[in-house]
């Protein structure tokens, strides 16, 4: 009964709901990686800024490294192809872009922040109107649209209508060669003159070209095609004197403007004599007193007509053909600014990566790009966040990866447009934590480990590690490499590999499970799939110690003798790297000590590190291993099979609701019905009264996995013997929910030489002291569950592991045991149950990752002071034992040190994508958020937390998504782009209409991007800060306070206020802050409901004479009636506008997008 009326719960008070709001806030904040499935590329050389468009609606603006601007296409007839974006094209030096989706609409966006916004949308109807190329005048007033029936229409940008004269192909017949007697097709490519800004260069698709007169609209020279072949594009140079035309039978010819005459070389094939494919994109530029054509496409079509190639072709001879794995999508290039005719640096797309060449070099290198990086060259096949690495490890680890840029050219990045704000708080913030540093690490197919530094908007790689050289024969890709590098035949394109994305790879036992590296001494452990462990380090002196590389093995069923293992044979050692004459094994600058073969070889399925007491424990679906790495010797191992069923496959338990739980529910039914009965008359019945239901949980499926697989591997130094001493501890889990609790005995030597790698190292000379380890306590959870997560934390709520290696933090320690399907807190070292969370029971979801986050926040004092007295929260706090005191003396160091406010809370994932952040040890939810679509399953598998809660996950093979849970610690690009007033002549009548509008009570904007165009079109003050409606923009899914979560659609709940019931103290608030935002996220999908509550204060006067008022019998008037004749009573006057704001965020793979804004406002209360 009194876990009934616990359960029902204590809405928490006013204070703290303000400081929650203040404390967690879940935003998407950045995009790191490459887009999924670009299909357009554009680059402005007046801006310098570069856009890439995707097939699912996504449209990115890059320019210096820190500019970048997110948007997504909207779904209005719900097809697929309204968010295909086929072509893009600069209004070149305004900051705005033009859209071309295969729908057939032209979108006009505009940065607004650090946000793309639709302006205004023109939609075409009709197959002769299919656009098939956009040319921008540099004006920036016109945009010409050629079409797939030979027609020309002129676009007016500044007032979004057509104008006459539209260009038909029927009026340009009439003037043309009487030779020429075909339908001309489709217009494939339209070049406006750098040096006659009044004329157009308009190529045809079937062999005509014309140059076109804007002011007497007509044709002052036609140019044809010996042959009639196919076009595909032109390329006008930066003169205007001369322009190349080339073919879809993959020829080209170099024709001067002035003259119609056909080039003697008209029908040159770089790759001929036999059939070629289409040149697709063609450049030229100069390199000293050469020329240089740059050009995709025009393979030889029988021999290689399936390489995706950039071919660099120089006129004193120099011919490269770039050889790119993945299908050319597109590319451009960069000029330099003084000489437009010398070019710099070629920027090409590809379907899975961007590569950029140095064309000032004969030779081609490559640059190394500062992001679009690509995460997936290879398969990813884990991800590991290292959270606030040492800068020392960090500088070591960058100081390897320099040596392996050392074939990179030096040329600069040549897109550097946006503006970067110089903000001086964010540089003190940088410069007090610059000794911590984010890294991610991505395992891959291949067996290589990325080390990419995710602490700002920029994803830089630092480090390729690959553990596949140790195995097997000689790696011959520096082989490979160097071959490329030649010409294979004089007669045959001179291919030379290029791009880093391959996607094979030759063994799948290389492929990494799982990895783990210690933040604070550069210690690193790879798992792989054959049970293989690779043991490194980062330090300097690691390879200096003259011994070669070694090799242990541990057989986790040497005792089963029925055991047969079935799997794939485990990876060899190369042999030449065991001889004790050789060399130290050095990858790359990383000394590699040893490998740790687990037998039977299983996949790697966790990894713990301990690099202060040397020891690594892995566990696989057979058991688990304790390794220590520095005297390289094994500790012990323990199988987790079942002695009756060697196979693995296990008994299955039944799950079902047990008959006593039945009883005691059935008997508290008929005690709440008599309750009802006796109270009806007073009191109604509510909802909230209603004991949640909990789902039966089923038996599980095979498919849930072996009940002997170990999960879950923590070190931590706890109270685990006595309540006095801690002691060095190993907890391990499996998924029948066993969790074992192992006591280390490390020797005195090693915990001595903790703070000091070095030392240990030559302490392992003394042989006669071994860690040794012994079962000291199991645990077995009755509701079987394979267990996710175990995490210890002390009385303020930090995890153990995060402390400084030496600290132990504040007694007692509680450890947090996650299963799939609910959160437990035990004591230590009791191991006394205290709290728990039932998850699936109540929501439904299944829990699949848990991580300790530190969020803190600037508050006031009397909040701090509130929060003492009577915060629902630390009231739970303190019926624990000695759980007040922790708090109370962080608040008093928060109002001593600056009004900071700390809290350590627990952030989980579950498998519906959903983030909840809860306190502990209460458990109480602070914040849920729908975080990744739960169809997502790559992506809930990859997400990774930080110590400062923050995430990231794989949105996409290619990308990944950064979240915010704090509202502390937020990386989001700052950079903008400034744009030109675009000033049209009704933008005042729109002004005024936009006026008219707003006045309305109510105020509905649909979908329809020419109804947003009319607010937008008198460009002025508003477009200077983020727009906070905008479908993609990350700010919107606030999801604050407590969300109920046994609504079964939490979609369609509408939350006026977190608050509850308005009182006196809850306006005193509103009064104090003007706009409280809310918003509660769902787990079905990213559905933002937002209520604002806008206070502003009214001061009345009122005069009240006695002598008036004579029968009144109130007790404040009377004792004023004897001080004086009137009073002074002062009324507040509240009016809350209620903005309720549904937005249906588009679903990454491109399904649907809706944003719907409508605007309420409520009539004035007074209270």
Not at 455 to 460: A, E, N, Y
Not at 1116 to 1141: C, G
């Amino acid at each position: 009964m009194l876990k009934f009326i616990r359960g029902k719960g204590q809405q928490p008070s006013v204070e703290r709901q303000r400081l929650q709001k203040e404390l967690f806030a879940y935003r998407k904040t950045a995009q790191h990686g490459f887009p999924h499935k670009p299909s357009a590329l554009a680059y402005d050389p007046v801006s310098k800024l570069m856009a890439i468009g995707t097939q699912t609606g996504a449209l990115k603006v890059f320019g210096q490294p820190g500019v970048e601007l997110y948007a997504q296409h909207t779904l209005v007839n719900n097809t697929a192809s309204e968010l295909n974006v086929q072509l893009l094209e600069w209004v070149y030096g305004s900051g705005r872009i033009l859209s071309l989706t295969a729908a057939n609409q032209l979108i006009l966006w505009e940065p607004v922040g650090t946000t793309l916004v639709p302006i205004r949308t023109l939609p075409f109807d009709g197959k002769l109107k299919k656009v098939s190329s956009l040319c921008c005048s540099l004006n920036k007033d016109v945009v010409w649209i050629g079409t797939e029936g030979g027609n020309i229409y002129q676009f007016d940008l500044k007032s979004f209508t057509m104008r006459e004269p539209v260009i038909y192909h029927d009026v340009v017949l009439e003037q043309v060669p009487p030779s020429y007697k075909l339908n001309p097709g489709a217009i494939e490519s339209i070049r406006q003159l750098p040096n006659a800004l009044n004329k157009l260069l308009i190529a045809y698709n079937r062999g005509l070209c014309v140059l076109w007169d804007l002011e007497s609209s007509s044709v002052e020279r036609a140019y044809i095609a010996p042959g009639h072949g196919q076009s595909v594009g032109l390329f006008v140079n930066a003169s205007g004197t001369e322009f190349h035309w080339y073919h879809a039978d993959g020829s080209y010819a170099n024709w001067s403007i002035t003259s119609g005459e056909p080039p003697q070389n008209v029908n040159y094939v770089p790759y001929g004599p036999d059939p070629c494919k289409s040149i697709n994109r063609l450049y030229k530029g100069k390199r000293g007193m050469s020329d240089v054509i740059i050009f995709s496409g025009g393979m030889p079509r029988s021999a290689y007509g399936d390489h995706n190639c950039v071919s660099v072709h120089s006129s004193d001879g120099h011919k490269i053909c770039l050889d790119f794995t993945s299908k050319v999508i597109d590319f451009f290039v960069t000029y330099d600014t003084s000489a437009k005719d010398d070019a710099q640096v070629l920027i090409v797309l590809l379907e899975e990566e961007l590569c950029a060449y140095d064309l000032t070099d004969a030779k081609v290198p490559a640059i190394k790009a500062p992001y679009l990086h690509s995460v997936h060259a290879s398969a990813v096949t884990c991800n590991y966040l290292a959270s606030q690495v040492s800068q020392a490890v960090y500088e070591s680890i960058a100081r390897v990866g320099t040596e392996q840029d050392m074939g990179y050219s030096d040329m600069e990045w040549p897109i550097t447009g946006g503006v970067l704000e110089d903000d001086a708080d964010s540089h003190a913030e940088t410069n007090e934590t610059a000794k911590l540093y984010e890294i991610l690490l991505t395992g891959h197919e291949d067996g290589s480990v990325k080390f990419w530094d995710c602490s700002d908007v920029l994803l830089q790689p630092i480090y390729n590690f690959k553990t596949a050289n140790i195995f097997g024969q000689e790696n011959h890709d520096d082989d490979l490499g160097n071959v490329s590098m030649e010409q294979i035949d004089e007669s045959e394109p001179p291919f030379r590999k290029a791009g880093l994305f391959d996607p094979y790879s030759d063994d799948p036992r290389l492929a990494v499970k799982k990895i783990a590296l210690c933040p604070n001494t550069g210690q690193l452990v790879v798992g792989g799939t054959a049970g293989q462990l690779i043991i490194a380090n980062f330090e300097a002196d690691a390879g200096t110690e003259n011994r070669p590389l070694k090799l242990s093995s541990m057989n986790l069923v040497s005792d089963r003798d029925g055991f047969v293992w079935k799997g794939h044979d485990q990876l060899n050692v190369r042999s030449n790297l065991l001889e004790e004459d050789a060399a130290p094994f050095i990858e790359k600058g990383v000394g590699i000590s040893g490998v740790l073969q687990v037998l039977p070889p299983a996949s790697i399925t966790c990894l713990a590190l301990e690099a202060n007491w040397g020891v690594v424990s892995a566990g696989t679906a057979h058991g688990l291993v304790l390794f220590d790495f520095k005297n390289f010797v094994p500790v012990f191992h323990r199988c987790t099979l079942n002695p009756n069923d060697l196979t693995g496959a296990g008994e299955q338990l039944s799950r079902r609701k047990s008959f006593k739980k039945s009883l005691r529910e059935s008997f508290r039914k008929l005690r709440k019905g008599r309750s009802t009965r006796t109270n009806n008359a007073n009191q109604l019945p509510t909802t909230l009264e209603a004991r949640p239901v909990e789902r039966q949980i089923e038996a599980r499926s095979t498919d849930d996995g072996m009940g002997s697989m170990v999960r879950c591997l923590f070190f931590a130094k706890t109270y685990i013997t006595n309540v006095n001493i801690t002691s060095p501890t190993l907890w391990s889990a499996t998924n029948a929910s066993t969790v074992s609790v192992f006591l280390l005995h490390l020797p005195p030597a090693q915990t001595a030489a903790t703070a000091m790698p070095p030392a240990s190292g030559n302490a392992t000379p003394q042989p006669p002291r071994r860690i040794s380890a012994q079962l000291a306590k199991e645990i077995q959870l009755k509701h079987r569950a394979p267990v996710v997560g175990i995490s210890i934390f002390d009385q303020t709520g930090c995890p153990v592991d995060q402390l400084t290696h030496g600290e132990n933090g504040s007694p007692p320690h509680r450890v947090l045991i996650a299963s799939e399907e609910q959160f437990k807190v035990f004591s230590l070292p009791q191991l006394k149950p205290i709290n728990k969370y039932k998850l699936t029971a109540h929501e439904g979801a299944r829990i699949r990752r848990i991580h300790f986050g530190s969020f803190s926040c600037r508050v006031s004092n009397e909040l701090l002071q509130n929060l003492h007295g009577s915060s629902p929260t630390k009231s739970t706090r303190s019926s624990e034992a000695g759980g007040d005191g922790a708090l109370n003396a962080s608040a008093t160091t928060a109002l001593a040190g600056g009004e900071n406010y700390h809290e350590m809370a627990l952030i989980c994932l579950t498998n519906m994508g959903d983030i909840m952040v809860l306190s502990v040890p209460e458990l109480k939810r602070q914040l849920n958020a729908a975080a990744v679509r739960r169809e997502d399953i790559n992506g809930i598998s990859s997400l990774c937390f930080t110590n400062s809660g923050e995430a990231l996950y794989m949105m996409s093979s290619s990308e990944l998504q950064r979240i915010a849970l704090s509202t502390s610690k937020v990386v989001q690009p700052a950079g903008i782009v400034e744009i030109e007033p675009l000033t049209s002549e009704d933008s005042n009548s729109n002004m005024l209409n936009n006026e008219a509008d707003e006045s309305d009570g109510e105020v509905d904007a649909g979908t329809e991007n020419d109804g947003v165009g009319n607010n937008e079109a008198p460009v002025a003050k508003q477009r200077a800060k983020p727009l906070d409606l905008n479908a993609e923009n990350n700010a919107l899914p606030l999801s604050n306070g407590i969300t109920s979560g046994n609504s079964p659609n939490r979609a369609n709940e509408t939350i006026t206020s977190s608050i509850g019931d308005i009182t006196v103290d809850s306006v005193r608030d509103h009064l104090n802050t003007t706009t409280t935002t809310l918003c509660s996220t769902t787990t079905e999908e990213t559905v933002g409901r937002l209520s604002v509550l806008s206070t502003q204060t009214n001061q009345s006067t009122t005069n009240i004479n006695m002598k008036n008022l004579p029968d009144l019998n109130i007790p404040d008037l009377l004792d004023a009636d004897s001080k004086a004749k009137s009073m002074e009573k002062s009324t507040s006057s509240v009016v809350i506008k209620s903005v309720i704001t549904s937005i249906s965020h588009e679903k990454m793979n491109g399904e649907n997008e809706t944003t719907k804004t409508k605007t309420t406002t409520h009539e004035e209360s007074q209270f």
